[in-house]
């Protein structure tokens, strides 16, 4: 009834699984349910009534399809107990691992032909060439994993085109399951020559996969970041008219508080005209740098800084920026503030000394230089070479940094970035391209303690 023989298949898809795994959510569903899963599909596919489809022809090889397909979904579902993801997600790690499978199995059978190994029954699944067999799979199951599968990422809201996908993932699957059984004979001088057709076709097959999925996450990110920019862009728009009104607003009032000292009129005494005029003073603490669209942002970012208990100091040479667009200055220290803010809001509040942050931007050697510090508490965390973020919504997780290095990268300058004893430390080099002459009186430093 059973025949253990049959279920290595199975066990070789499971080994696979773990290739493009790695990146994966972990499931919800308890360890037991996933051994029970395990266990289930172990004697469901050491079922010896399978051996008797070799001897139907034609008809038993389409059995074999059916078997195939069997197993297949069997792995997937192991896969599922282990991991959450959606059914296209899902398909493609089913199909990529057994296509791993697939590919070991044709590496064996190249090395077993090319030394002229005996491949019977009897001698197939004695020790020594089972022993083989595992070294020949784990060679391959490690040189993929190494290769695509470590950094291998499916997010099935990210995929562009779904049919292509499908296409990609049926027809893969196809070369694996019906190639040996349809086109590879059971003997002759041409099966080394098949084989290693299988198994190139199988090693493209994989890679144009997970090409595809590196393309659609970088399409999607693209995407998203530029919109993320537009919007940044409106925020800025908003923000300069809101300031505009504000300074006007408070101008007036400065100067009607100004007349009431003079005439001493109204009903109000001294210390409320000082509490007046100290709760308007916030506004004064607007930036003149030199540059409009960095006046707009650091003189939001101080306001935001203020009201968290934050020190915000900044030396800033406001022409040394001129060369670039409003929206790259907007999108540059607009995200490397937003970063910084939301590190330090983490820190507790009586920890007064530890709850700044300083930032640096000025010109030297044709250089635009720029420095951020803060403090953080925990441990750092780097994912694709970018600090791991602390919000909650991780849709946006590490945009803030990508779009930092694509702005960098947009002028051909350098970021770099440490982490000692709780201190983040970004530095930042960009050549600067154009700039106005230093005969105007354009660029303002000015220190801001908030």
């Known amino acids: 009834m059973l025949d253990f023989r049959q279920s290595f298949f199975f066990l070789e898809l499971l080994a696979a699984a773990p290739i493009f795994c790695s990146n994966m959510k972990p499931g919800s569903r308890s360890p037991l349910t996933g051994l029970l899963v395990i266990l289930s599909s172990f004697l469901l596919s050491s079922l010896s009534v399978f051996y008797r489809f070799q001897s139907y022809g034609f008809a038993g090889k389409i059995m074999w399809v059916g078997y195939y397909l069997l197993i297949f979904c069997l792995m997937a579902a192991v896969v599922l107990c282990y991991h959450k993801a959606t059914v296209m997600e899902l398909l493609v790690v089913a199909v990529l691992s057994y296509s791993a499978q697939h590919l070991g199995y044709n590496i064996w059978m190249l090395i077993a032909i090319g030394t002229h190994l005996p491949l019977s029954i009897e001698t197939v699944f004695s020790a020594p060439y089972l022993l083989l067999q595992a070294a020949c799979y784990l060679a391959v199951y490690l040189t993929l994993y190494f290769t695509v599968g470590r950094q291998f990422e499916i997010d099935s809201t990210k995929i562009r085109n779904r049919r292509q996908w499908l296409l990609s993932c049926f027809s893969l ?83 009607a508080i100004s007349s009431l000292y003079v005439n001493r009129a109204g009903p109000m005494d001294q210390d409320t005209l000082d509490e007046i005029r100290n709760s308007i003073r916030i506004y004064d603490a607007v930036f003149h740098t030199g540059n409009e669209a960095l006046d707009v942002l650091l003189t939001e970012k101080s306001f935001l800084c203020r009201n968290d208990d934050i020190r915000f100091t900044c030396a800033v040479d406001g022409g040394a920026v001129d060369f670039m667009s409003t929206a790259d200055i907007y999108a540059l220290f607009g995200n490397i503030l937003d970063n910084a803010i939301e590190a330090v809001r983490l820190l507790p509040r009586e920890e007064d000394s530890r709850r700044v942050i300083d930032c640096t931007i000025r010109a030297k050697n044709s250089f635009l230089v720029i420095q951020e510090q803060n403090y953080y508490d925990g441990v750092l965390k780097i994912k694709s070479g970018f600090p791991v973020t602390c919000k909650q919504d991780t849709n946006y997780h590490g945009f803030g940094m990508k779009s ?34 230093d005969s105007e009186t354009n660029s303002l430093s000015r220190s801001v303690r908030s």
Not at 200 to 217: E, H, M, P, S, Y
Not at 411 to 433: Q, T
């Open 173 to 255: 699957l196809f070369i694996a399951i019906a190639f040996n059984l349809f086109f590879i004979p059971a003997d002759g001088d041409a099966r080394f020559s098949l084989f290693f057709i299988d198994s190139i076709c199988t090693l493209f097959g994989i890679v144009t996969i997970c090409l595809i999925t590196k393309r659609d996450a970088l399409e999607n990110d693209l995407a998203l970041m530029g919109q993320i920019w537009r919007l940044r862009q409106e925020h800025y728009e908003i923000t300069k008219e809101s300031m505009d009104i504000i300074n006007v607003k408070c101008h007036d009032m400065q100067k």
């Open 404 to 437: 930092i290095q694509l702005v960098v990268d947009k002028y051909g300058g350098n970021l770099s970035f440490s982490a000692n004893e709780n201190i983040f430390v970004l530095d930042i080099l960009i050549p600067i391209e154009k700039r106005e002459s």
